[in-house]
């Protein structure tokens, strides 16, 4: 089946300097990926969606300088996090559209900023 | 615009009872739904869609789910709980955009299941 690899799982950085997230698509093109957040207990709130080739779109309140998002290849989604600070510290997740309403979804990644 | 409303955010059960949670869900369009299971520090692996056909739907694991559009409801159940059930499940709907539109996900609710 498809598969969404999403790299790193875990990582801790110091407050100001900048995190990438990488989400891969294996064995399959990802047109589209959408990216989100999770606070711990909470639902899944989308951050932004992103469309090989083009710029993301970007949710109502997220900022587009600090939460870069590229989508430069079929096969590859980038989030970075910039001038990271405590706030910031969340799991985030990769998802892609797979086709007739299928969603594949990344393993997360744990930011935590100190 | 679509959402998702699930009602109670944590539901605890024996091993071996009955497993139910609820989701109502609102929508403009005819909805496509998603229950979603997710395990600590990990991704999401679907349980089960529904996309306009059967109104029942088998998932994965035991647990099956009933579109029902004259209460916009769209509960999981599953006939008796493993330990192994407990997790975090989300209800989603599909934003309407197409079968590659964005998910919109409920709160979430934890099911804990005792011995």
């Known amino acids: 089946g498809a598969v969404v690899s999403q790299h790193p799982s875990w990582v801790i950085c110091k407050s100001g300097t900048s995190v990438k997230i990488e989400c891969r698509s294996l064995?399959?093109?990802?047109?589209?990926m959408f990216w989100y957040r999770q606070f711990p207990k909470q639902s899944l709130m989308l951050m932004a969606t992103?469309?090989?080739?083009?710029?993301?779109?970007?949710e109502q309140g997220v900022e587009k300088d600090k939460f870069l998002i590229n989508h430069a290849s079929l096969t590859l989604s980038t989030l970075t996090v910039t001038s990271a600070h405590p706030e910031d510290s969340s799991f985030y997740i990769c998802?892609?559209?797979?086709?007739?309403?299928?969603?594949?979804f990344g393993s997360g990644t744990r930011l935590t900023v100190v | 615009a679509q959402s998702v409303t699930q009602l109670g955010s944590h539901v605890s059960v024996s091993e071996g009872a009955l497993v139910l949670l609820r989701c109502n869900y609102s929508?403009?369009?005819?909805?496509?739904l998603f229950w979603y299971v997710q395990y600590p520090n990990q991704g999401l692996q679907l349980l089960l869609k529904?996309?306009?056909?059967?109104?029942l739907v088998k998932g994965i694991n035991g647990f099956e789910a009933e579109f029902k559009k004259s209460e916009t409801s769209f509960h999981l159940t599953k006939p008796s709980a493993h330990m192994s059930d407990a997790a975090e499940y989300f209800c989603?709907?599909?934003?309407?955009?197409?079968?590659?539109?964005?998910?919109?996900f409920g709160q979430g609710t934890t099911l804990q299941v005792k011995p």
């Open positions: 998802s892609a559209p797979t086709g007739y309403y299928g969603y594949t």
């Open positions: 064995d399959f093109q990802a047109t589209t």
């Open positions: 989603a709907v599909s934003d309407g955009s197409g079968n590659t539109g964005k998910l919109i």
């Open positions: 929508s403009s369009v005819p909805p496509y």
């Open positions: 992103s469309n090989e080739g083009s710029k993301a779109t970007y």
């Open positions: 529904y996309t306009s056909a059967a109104t």
